[in-house]
Structures are given as C-alpha cells and as structure tokens.
C-alpha cells in the first residue's frame, strides 16, 4: 500500500502538467471589426464574390481565399493526420498556404491579428463537423494558435454575437449570404447551360464574370430593414433581387448559341465540397467534361439547403427538442419549406425560367427508399442514390459522374449501395469517380469509358427526333435565320422527355414553334 | 412504361411473406459487427421477449479472412475500412452457413447509442458508415438478384436511434411490424426489456473494471487501457492485441465500460471541475469541440480518464485501415493521454490479417517499458491528485481479479 501514502503529495521536482486543450478562438471583438478581415472559402468563386456582398454591406472586411491549387494538397498532408478525406486536405492545405504567404510578407502576429477564419461546421459526425480539427492542428504546426477561427453553424441563422462580437451571425447577414448562395447556383446553372454551345469562345465567361460583378454590388448596396421580421419579409417580398436578375438576364440575351451541337448531358453529383468545387480540387472536371464535348449539369448548394431544412428529412434532428409547440414548429418548418421553393423559383422566372428547378425532396427520398434510408445521416445521405434515380427517370442527364472523395465515409456507402442501384437499372450510366487529388489521369479515363457511352446515346437520341419530327440540319438552320431570337441563350428550351438538349430543341422546334408543319 | 410501375417494383419490402404470430419456431440471424458489440445484449433482450427462444437466435461468428473467403466473396461493393467490408463474409454465413436455416436476417442501421456522456456532449450518433454499413452490404446480396428470397430469409434491418430511448419503440414497431407481425404494445415492453438487459450488462462490466482499478490500487499494480471502437473486441478486427499484453500479466479495461461512478470521477476530475476548465467529469469540451460522434467521444473521454488515473499507465490505441472517424482524433488522443507521462502505443491501419510478427515485437517492447515505467507513472500520476482516493478502500470485498 505504499503509493497510497504518496498520494496528493506532489513530489518538489515534479513539473505542473499541462493537459491538452482544444483550440480556442480568443474573441474578436466588435471594436476589431475595421482592422480585421474575414477569411472564407469552400464555394466557387462566383458564390464567394456574391458573399463577399453581404459581408460587405454588413460592414465587414471580407476576403475569400484563393481558389484551390494542387499544391495546397501537399501543405495539408504536410500538417494533419494521415489519412484525412481529400476535401479537408485541400482545404487545410489552401488556408494554410494563404497563412504562410501572408507570414512571410509580414509576421506571425501581424497575420494573427489581422485575419479570422469563417468555416461552416457544426453539422454532425462527419462532414464540416470536424475540419476545423484539422484546422487547428495545421494552425499549431504553423505555430499560429492565436490565429482566429469561427464555426458558422448551418441550421442557425441568428446565432448571435459569437466569440467577442466581431461577428454578428444575425439574420441580414444570414438571409444575405443564403441569397448569394441562390444566386450563385443560379448564375452557375446559366453558365453550364451555356458556354457548350456559344458561338463566339469565350463570351460566357466574360458576360457570367460580369453578372457577377453587377449582383456583388447588389449585394453590396443592399438597403437595412432592420435585424429582425422586417428583414425577412424584405428578402422575401422585394423586387431589389428578382430586378437584377431581370438585368442579369439581358447581359444573357447577347450570347448566341448553337444548340445543334450534340452533347452527352452529365450531371455532377457526389460529395458536397468536391462536386461544388470548380478547380484543381476535382481534377477541373466540370471544365474537361466540356472539353470532351458534353454540357454539365451542376449541382446546386441550394438542394443541399433544401435538404437541411426539409421537415420529414430532418425530424430526426428534433429528436431533442424541448419545444413546447411541437406541432407548431413543424408547420412552420413547413411552411418555410414552401418558402424557399417559391424563393428559388420565383428567381428562376426573374432569368427566363432558364436555372434547372429544385428536385422535390419527397421524390428523392421516395426513390433513394429501397436502396438507402432517408435519415442516414452524413455527406449527401440518400440524395446520391436519388438525384442519380431522378436524373433518370426523368430523363434530366445521360449520365450520373459522382465525384466521391477518397476515404470519405458516407459516400463509399452510397457508393456500395448504387451497386443495387444499377442491379435494377442496368441502363443507367453511372460514373463514380473516387478523387485522391493527386492521380488525374486514372479518375478522368474512367469517366471518360462512361462518357463514350453518354455521347452515343445522345447522337442516337438527335437522330431519332430527326427522324421522327422530319426535319432537318438544314432546314433547322433556315429557321433559325428566319428566327433569331432561338438562337439567344436565354431562349428556353423545355425538356421534352429527352436528355440531351440538342434533341429537346430539336422537338421544341417542331412541336412549339410548329416547325415541322412548316 | 409507366414510371410508378416501375417505382412499385423496387419498392422495399419483406424478400418473402411475412413469418406467422407464433414465434417460437422462428430463428433470427444477427450480423455480429459494428455497434452490434456494445448493443447485443439488447437485441437478445428484445427478441426473447417476442417469443423467441435462445437457440434460435444467432450471431454470425467472429471476423476472420476464412469467413470472408467462404461466404463474402465476390459480395463487396465498395472498397472502405475492414469493419464494414467484411460484414459481407457475416451475411453470407447467416445466409450459407448454418445448418439449421434462420428466417430473418437482423442488421439493425444503429443510428445513436447509449452513452455514458449523454447530456454533456452534442450528440451520441454513430459513424456514417456504422449507420449505413448494413445498406451498402445488403446491396452485394440483391444486385444480381434476391439471395434472401431465394433462401427464404427475411431481410430486416430497422434504423434505429439508440441513444435516444424516447424515439426506438416508434422506429422498430415502424420497421420491424410486418417482420415480426407487432402490435405496439409488444413492442414497447421489448424495448424495455432490450434496455433494461443492456442498462444492467453495462452497470456489471463497469463495475467490474473498478474492481480491477482498486485491486490495482491496492496492490500498487499497473493495467492497461484499449482506446478503440467496440467492435476491435472482435478478434479478427482487433487481432487480439490486447489478448497478448493481458498474457504478460496486465490487467486490460476497455473504454467502453470504465466505471463512471461519482466518487471515482470527481476525484479524477476534481482539479479540473474546479478550475473551470469543465463544467463536469464528463464534459469533454476541453479538448473536443466537434462532440458529435459517440464512439469518438468515448475516445476522448477515455484518453483524459487515462491519462489522470493513476494505474492506467498504458493505453494501447487501435485502429482500423482507412477509418475517417479516428484519422482527427489520432494526434488529440496521444497529446491527453501523453500530458501525465502516460504511455501510449498505437496499432494503427488494422485490417484483415494479423500482422504477427510485428505484434510481437511490439507487444514485447511495450511489456518492456509498462515493466520499467509503471511503478514511476503511478507515483508521478499520485502525485496531482487529491489524497482521498476512493479507490483506497475497495466498495466490494469480492474483487478477485484474474490477470
Ligand atoms: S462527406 Fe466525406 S469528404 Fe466530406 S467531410 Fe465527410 S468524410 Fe470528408
Ligand atoms: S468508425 Fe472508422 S472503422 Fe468504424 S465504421 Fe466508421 S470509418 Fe469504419
């Protein structure tokens, strides 16, 4: 028994322990405010310029990091665990290269006082739920613990003054940077919708690059209507939004395109950061695919908004609710549900109808049903399994690319899962692309074997209208000439049960504009 | 054809119909994986009192590459960590491998678990891949066709929230109705059997390790502590390892059940509750932000239990190849328990073949240093805690302990 005796008795020479602690922000206060800027990225540039707005007309000095490059890759292996999803490497990798530039331009203290870091977290076991571990681990070895990191939880949007009051997550600052989001995905839908098809190389860019600078100020100059309901029936009633994107819509009409050329339709889906990201993170894939003559369909952040709020998918997360209207709640969640459609959509008529609609979420989690249960939580849940179903049931893509990141634990389920998936429906063209960061070459010709395919049943589709409508090349041309104006990229073309839109065009030629009675 | 139709086709339903009332002649099959290690005793629970005898409730063996070989292969979908992908070889031996056939296959998708840092942390859900392992598995046994139909085996694999009691008798009357052909109330007094079984296993096995805590106390005598995931009690996923040092004569607790009583923890913590660094022993907040996932967190909380406790003076960390879940958690791990001079070994990258020799050397260097260091830990460890240990006086005079 004689530890006994010795216990409570510190011997003289032995040192105090330090236990290990979790990082910690020290606040960023409201009076920091004009001396600090924001860092922030995870999006595309076009969502970051326009949340640049917001932040700018709330008065704070915000900046979105670069864009990702390969070599951020390297920086992030360098300083987190092994083994992490490429996602978290890329973006540890792409603060941490930022850090160290701005280091070596001035110092470690300079740097930690005059930036803070805005990731989005907070939402589960996977996921963002824990990259800012990987964050702070960087940051230790970079020997900047001072420097400041802020979560902004997705579910909540007046979370209040956070961390000293620098940042206020209120609801104008909230409802701002949700309709940048909306706006991005919608000028995103514009851009992919186009350029396959524009006549003079390189008009897109330019017009969707100006767009962008017109709706940052938008943004910019946004009116107040005060920190609360004021606010909110504002954003939801106002014309100040849906009249720029009536504006953006005529920078639009300038394009010419040629919707004859025939391209294999591709819908991106797969793990949230890497099939939003438009850069080296996925090997540029949207960019290539257009390369090898196909139009991309992009996937929206607004589905996964949609996700997070929809009443039946996220019940689950109300499981702790000490809410004393339950019902209450639920009808109001509902309602708001509702909302955000008639938002979305009412911004889609501001641009011609053009953007791609929000699939309904009952749909996907009815037809994901039998193969992936809607409430497994993490990544992209069941919307894997039922944006790749939806896409071809209706007939929206030729082919599902999935971009999945390597080591990323739900989508290797749903992966698996889609296994089943194609056990069903044999027909469906389903590329899963497992991205590593660094082995391009094996990713792209995998697709590349499923896209062959996409390309031949797009061109057999074209022939088929052709023949079945009776027209031609050539006399679609005379038309065209006759009519200019289908020729417009903001001239709609609506799905006519086909995937491919050279197809679509051709039937809505014949059966709208009554060109094969012609 | 019309989509509906082809919508109602692939519609999820029960492989065959459902078994009758009585139940005594049914035979169930449970995939022996993943948080079925730390839950087993509940769903043994749950099921004898819906009438199903002992015997005809079965569990897939242990994990081995045999069983893999014999019964999964040619069934996995997806390359991911050891401990979903070989759940195949435990389907296909429930499925191929029993003499007296089962009518249902049990692979319930555990969404939350019970978890002695309930109310502390955020959550207690499970890892992405335990939720969802048993939907990507079932789809290497349907892709080509029906392998549970045509064995006449009911696939049923309810989704669950275990963690959250309020919400299970909902979720498996919903799920399991037609399975089991349930009425409600049947199946509210099997969930409270099932966690009544599982509450009194769990108050047993933590009792147990303080037992073995204050016989080390007593006897100034060191043990080990397992940091991993309930499911490296599975000799094939984690190979033993802790088998081989208990051979050397360490007394060896598991994370999952340290004894979690007041007296035991406020002593550990005390400094760290008064200081204000927690809020309470079991508040995790200090060195886990994101506490989400309720295997991690038991993690971290095991680390900070080990690292204070003085006759842990070992804790040996497992892990399994490519498990996203730890990959954050590796470096926190060994800085808590690393703090107080504690030793720390890691077996990282397990997968399905025992890396023998290299256990060994392993085993034998860290037998070595428990050998030479323990005795110097424990006094070091003493030394920052208060002198009214509880486990001084042992609460139960039966604390005989095998090593
Ligand atoms: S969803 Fe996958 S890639 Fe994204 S953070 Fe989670 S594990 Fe990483
Ligand atoms: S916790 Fe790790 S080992 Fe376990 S299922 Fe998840 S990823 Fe696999």
Avoid at chain 1, 330 to 348: C, D, G, H, K, S
Avoid at chain 1, 440 to 460: D, F, G, N, P, Y
Avoid at chain 2, 244 to 258: D, V
């Amino acid at each position: 028994m004689a530890q006994l005796t010795t216990i409570g008795q510190l011997p003289l020479n032995q040192p105090p322990i330090h236990h290990y602690t979790a990082y910690r922000p020290r606040p960023f206060k409201r009076e920091e405010r004009d001396k600090v800027t924001i860092l922030y990225g995870g999006l595309t540039w076009k969502h970051e310029r326009l949340i640049q707005g917001t932040l700018h007309n709330m008065k704070y000095n915000a900046e979105p990091l670069p864009n990702i490059a390969r070599d951020d890759l390297d920086a992030g292996k360098e300083l987190i665990d092994v083994g992490a999803c490429c996602p978290t490497i890329f973006t540890t990798g792409s603060l941490v290269n930022f850090l160290k530039k701005e280091v070596a331009a001035s110092s470690k203290g300079e740097v930690a006082n005059k930036y803070v870091f805005l990731t989005a977290g907070a939402c589960g076991p996977c996921r963002f739920g824990q990259y800012h571990e990987s964050y702070s681990m960087a940051l230790d070895g970079l020997g900047l613990r001072d420097f400041r990191m802020f979560l902004l939880a997705q579910d909540e949007l007046d979370q209040g003054p956070s961390g000293g009051g620098g940042l206020e997550i209120n609801l104008p600052l909230s409802l701002g940077l949700i309709w940048g989001i909306l706006f991005g995905d919608l000028l995103s839908d514009l851009e992919y919708l186009t350029r396959p098809y524009e006549i003079n190389p390189g008009q897109t860019d330019q017009v969707l690059k100006a767009s962008v600078e017109y709706l940052y100020r938008v943004f910019r100059e946004r009116p107040d209507h005060g920190a609360k309901y004021g606010t909110l029936a504002w954003h939801l009633l106002t014309n100040y939004f849906t009249n720029a994107l009536r504006e953006v819509c005529k920078m639009w009409d300038a394009i010419e395109v040629d919707r004859l050329r025939v391209k294999a339709r591709v819908k991106i889906t797969g793990e949230f950061w890497l099939q939003t990201h438009e850069g080296d993170g996925n090997y540029n894939i949207k960019r290539w695919l257009e390369q090898e003559d196909a139009e991309v369909v992009p996937p929206p952040v607004a589905v996964w908004l949609h996700y997070l709020l929809h009443p039946t998918i996220r019940k689950l997360e109300h499981r702790h609710s000490t809410s004393k209207h339950p019902r209450l709640e639920q009808t109001l969640l509902q309602a708001l549900e509702r909302i955000y459609r008639w938002t979305y959509n009412r911004f889609r008529k501001a641009l011609a109808d053009l953007p791609n609609e929000l699939p309904d979420q009952e749909e996907l989690r009815e037809l994901a049903e039998p193969f992936y249960h809607f409430e497994l939580r993490g990544g992209e849940g069941h919307m894997l399994i039922g944006k790749a179903l939806h896409a071809y049931h209706h007939k929206k893509a030729h082919m599902i690319c999935e971009l999945s990141p390597y080591s990323c634990m739900p989508n290797t389920m749903s992966i698996g899962s889609m296994a089943n998936v194609i056990g069903k429906y044999p027909d469906l063209l389903y590329a899963p692309i497992e991205v590593k960061g660094d082995s391009e070459v094996h990713a792209l010709s995998r697709c590349q074997m499923i896209l062959t395919e996409a390309k031949r049943r797009a061109h057999e589709q074209f022939q088929e209208v052709l023949k079945k409508t009776g027209l031609t090349v050539e006399k679609i041309r005379k038309y065209e000439e006759r009519h200019p104006e289908t020729r417009r990229a903001t001239h709609r073309v609506p799905h006519l049960g086909y995937s491919g839109t050279a197809a679509n065009y051709v039937l809505h030629l014949a059966q709208d504009r009554g060109l094969a009675r012609a | 054809m019309p989509f509906q139709t082809l919508r109602t086709w692939f519609e999820r339903k029960p492989s065959v119909a459902p078994p009758p009332k009585d139940r005594s002649q049914l035979r169930v099959g449970i995939a022996r994986v993943l948080n079925v290690w730390s839950t087993h005793q509940f769903w043994v629970a749950f099921l004898k009192e819906l009438g199903i005898s002992s015997e005809n409730i079965v569990f897939s063996s242990d994990t081995s590459e045999e069983q893999g070989r014999e019964f999964g292969k040619g069934r996995g979908t997806v390359d991911c960590c050891y401990p979903v992908k070989c759940i195949s070889g435990h389907y296909g031996e429930l499925v191929f491998g029993q003499k007296k056939k089962i009518n249902i296959l049990l692979s319930p998708m555990i969404h939350s678990l019970p978890s002695i840092l309930h109310g502390h942390v955020v959550d207690t859900v499970t890892c992405t891949r335990v939720m969802a392992g048993p939907e990507n598995i079932k789809a290497g046994f349907l892709k080509e066709r029906d392998v549970f139909a045509e064995n006449d085996i009911v696939y049923a694999s309810p989704f669950v929230s275990l963690g959250d009691r309020h919400m299970v008798t909902e979720q498996l009357f919903t799920s399991l109705k037609d399975v089991f052909d349930l009425d409600l109330e049947e199946t509210a007094r099997a969930v409270q059997a099932g966690f009544q079984a599982l509450d009194s296993f769990t108050t047993k096995a933590r009792q147990r390790s303080r037992d073995i805590l204050a016989w080390c106390a007593q006897n100034g005598k060191p043990c080990i502590l397992v940091l991993a995931r309930p499911y490296h009690m599975d000799p094939g996923i984690g190979h033993e390892i802790e088998g081989e040092l208990q051979a050397h004569g360490y007394p060896i607790l598991w994370l999952q059940y340290l004894p979690g009583d007041d007296d035991l923890v406020n002593w550990l913590f005390e400094e760290d509750v008064k200081t204000g660094r927690i809020k309470s022993p079991f508040d995790i907040s200090d060195v886990w932000t994101s506490s989400y996932s309720s295997n991690t967190n038991e993690i971290m909380w095991g680390a900070k239990f080990a690292t204070r406790c003085p006759w842990i003076t070992c804790v040996i960390r497992l892990s399994s190849y490519e498990c996203g879940m730890d990959q954050p958690t590796y470096t926190p791990s060994q800085k808590i328990v690393e703090a107080t001079g504690t030793l720390y070994f890691k077996f990282g990258d397990l997968d399905s073949t025992k890396p023998g020799g290299g256990i060994k050397i392993r085993v034998e260097t860290i037998v070595h240093y428990l050998s030479k260091y323990s005795e110097e830990i424990i006094q070091r460890k003493l030394g920052y805690l208060s002198p009214d240990c509880p486990l001084a006086v042992a609460r139960r005079s039966d604390a005989a302990v095998s090593t």
